[in-house]
T-cell receptor, first 111, second 112 residues
Framework: KNEVEQSPQNLTAQEGEFITINCSYS?????LHWLQQHPGGGIVSLFMLSSGKKKHGRLIATINIQEKHSSLHITASHPRDSAVYICAVRGSGGSNYKLTFGKGTLLTVNP | ETGVTQSPTHLIKTRGQQVTLRCSSQSGHNTVSWYQQALGQGPQFIFQYYREEENGRGNFPPRFSGLQFPNYSSELNVNALELDDSALYLCASSLSSLETQYFGPGTRLLVL
């Protein structure tokens, strides 16, 4: 079992829909990252969080440390949101230099 | 402010050869991390350098090695290339290992 699991693997939505991507992890962490990867490879960091909730524009990220679970929400989705969304956790203690990534969720938003 | 850059963008090598990939960190960033991303997978951590010293390493064999220079640019060297080394190689720079990482566009390596 991977240390970081994401669901769903693939998600297709219509423009304007509310989207949720989930991430579960099995190890102790010091922080969790949500990243966006467009075709061609470039990765952009969306959020880094260690507790609670963060919001940036139409994106919201939440984390529940006790349940080892995080969600990324996109409100009023748009075709330009189409990308792979990746959850990554930073280890705790002596492993806090290392990011462990999920396999990603491929999001397609149709007009 | 210049972002993270990587060179080359694409590379084709044959099995057994050696390759050097380069990364230029974002201005002011003294930490660089390297990742390997196979097709359809999430990135895998190779190693991290902080102020020219290796700060941590993932589960990669010794034929994967690196360097960080005084200007904090970095190299990833892979010796004795294998077919499974075909992947996208990403570097990311940050102010420290605990801060947000800024990724380069990657180098796509194909080993034939």
């Amino acid at each position: 079992k991977n240390e970081v699991e994401q669901s769903p693997q693939n998600l297709t939505a219509q423009e304007g829909e509310f989207i949720t991507i989930n991430c579960s992890y099995s190890v102790g962490i010091s922080a969790l990252h949500w990243l966006q990867q467009h075709p061609g490879g470039g990765i952009v960091s969306l959020f880094m969080l260690s507790s609670g909730k963060k919001k940036h524009g139409r994106l919201i990220a939440t984390i529940n440390i006790q349940e080892k679970h995080s969600s990324l929400h996109i409100t009023a989705s748009h075709p330009r949101d189409s990308a792979v969304y990746i959850c990554a956790v930073r280890g705790s203690g002596g492993s806090n230099y290392k990011l462990t990534f999920g396999k990603g969720t491929l999001l397609t938003v149709n007009p | 402010e210049t972002g993270v850059t990587q060179s080359p963008t694409h590379l084709i090598k044959t099995r057994g050869q050696q390759v050097t990939l380069r990364c230029s960190s974002q201005s002011g960033h003294n930490t660089v991390s390297w990742y390997q991303q196979a097709l359809g997978q999430g990135p895998q951590f190779i190693f991290q350098y902080y102020r020219e010293e290796e700060n941590g390493r993932g589960n990669f064999p010794p034929r994967f090695s690196g360097l960080q220079f005084p200007n904090y640019s970095s190299e990833l060297n892979v010796n004795a290339l294998e077919l499974d080394d075909s992947a996208l190689y990403l570097c990311a720079s940050s102010l420290s290992s605990l801060e947000t990482q800024y990724f380069g566009p990657g180098t796509r390596l194909l080993v034939l």
